[in-house]
T-cell receptor, first 116, second 117 residues
Framework: GAGVSQSPRYKVAKRGQDVALRCDPI?????LFWYQQALGQGPEFLTYFQNEAQLDKSGLPSDRFFAERPEGSVSTLKIQRTQQEDSAVYLC??????????????FGPGTRLTVL | AQSVTQLDSHVSVSEGTPVLLRCNYS??????LFWYVQHPNKGLQLLLK??????LVKGINGFEAEFKKSETSFHLTKPSAHMSDAAEYFCVVSRSSASGGSYIPTFGRGTSLIVHP
């Protein structure tokens, strides 16, 4: 069945370049989360959408990070002027309902970003 | 504030022997707790979750976990390891969003399960 998909799967950027990472959630899922997973670490929350509304962006590490979900389905995470410390796997997850404490999240395979 | 601590970065077992992956949490209210598994080059998958019902939770692939409030623990166990269980395992606690209106998962650092033939 169709799960959460992310593209590209791998991205190499030169320091200072802008990148855009795409997430296609499961159709009909209301909630969408972005996470950053550094090597050897657990995923860390970046931002959360409920439909098209970005309800929490407290995890975004700097104003170089920007996320949108304009029509309440596909989401894009944009990183401007990439730095080496941005190198990580970026995970997207969706859930059926609106961010409840017991929600099951369905994760995509991630985009591995390497900044040279 | 909520946090989760996975006590072992690596656990090594032989195939057919029991598995124990340890997790302790802290939470300012009754937590929801999860275990996710991450196989190489695959997305995170939910193994099981505790949602304030039965304290012993059964999940997929023979895994189970017991919520112990007095010990603030949610250890993951399996009676007999299989080679296919080799993966990274994450313990997760839900915390309320800083902006309100939603719950944000907080992940532990992960435990790598190694299964020897």
């Amino acid at each position: 069945g169709a799960g959460v998909s992310q593209s590209p799967r791998y991205k190499v950027a030169k320091r200072g370049q802008d990148v855009a990472l795409r997430c296609d959630p499961i159709s009909g899922h209301v909630s969408l989360f972005w996470y950053q997973q550094a090597l050897g670490q657990g995923p860390e929350f970046l931002t959360y959408f409920q439909n098209e509304a970005q309800l929490d962006k407290s995890g975004l590490p700097s104003d170089r990070f920007f996320a949108e979900r304009p029509e309440g389905s596909v989401s894009t995470l944009k990183i401007q002027r990439t730095q080496q410390e941005d190198s990580a796997v970026y995970l997207c997850a969706s859930s059926l309902i609106a961010g409840g404490s017991t929600d099951t999240q369905y994760f995509g395979p991630g985009t591995r970003l390497t900044v040279l | 504030a909520q946090s989760v601590t996975q006590l072992d970065s690596h656990v090594s077992v032989s195939e057919g022997t029991p598995v124990l992956l340890r997790c302790n949490y802290s939470s300012s209210y009754s937590p929801s707790l999860f275990w996710y598994v991450q196989h190489p080059n695959k997305g995170l998958q939910l193994l099981l979750k505790y949602t304030s019902a039965a304290t012993l939770v059964k999940g997929i692939n023979g895994f189970e976990a017991e919520f112990k409030k007095s010990e603030t623990s949610f250890h993951l166990t399996k009676p007999s390891a299989h080679m296919s269980d080799a993966a990274e395992y994450f313990c997760v606690v839900s915390r309320s969003s800083a902006s309100g209106g939603s719950y944000i998962p907080t992940f532990g650092r992960g435990t790598s399960l190694i299964v020897h033939p």
